[in-house]
């Protein structure tokens, strides 16, 4: 198994600080309503998030007239924050190659069970 120093609550913060940076290089002028739904967070948790990103230097943010942010603003990877979106793309991508391998043992487990149970199970 994957040993991490990171502890799981810590994992889960980069891996929020990861997605929104990756959405924010796509999309820098979605308010910050859009980019909530699109993570399925609350506005709040985005908004703290974006500060903490701000705070390390990672993303900034700068008027821009012609954003649809009714506020005119667009967030900005820094030069910094796109190493930084490097690193936690190689270890979000570690991690989830280690759950994904979990998870087709623990689905191939159950998949056997049910067979000895002579239960019945289609691919879906």
Request: one cysteine or more; glycine letters at 6%.
């Amino acid at each position: 198994m994957l040993q991490s120093n990171l502890s799981r609550q810590a994992q889960i913060q980069e891996d929020t600080y990861f997605r929104v940076m990756r959405l924010l290089e796509d999309n820098p002028d979605h308010t910050q309503r859009e980019l909530a739904e699109i993570l399925g967070v609350s506005v709040g948790a985005l908004n703290y998030c974006l500060k903490a990103l701000i705070e390390r230097g990672w993303v900034k943010m700068q008027n821009f007239s012609s954003s649809k942010n009714k506020f005119g603003y667009v967030y900005v990877l820094t030069p910094r924050g796109l190493s930084e979106k490097a690193v936690l793309a190689g270890r979000f991508l570690k991690r989830k190659l280690v759950e994904y391998e979990l998870l087709k043992i623990e689905i191939e487990a159950v998949q056997s069970e049910a067979r000895d149970s002579g239960i019945r199970i289609g691919k879906s």
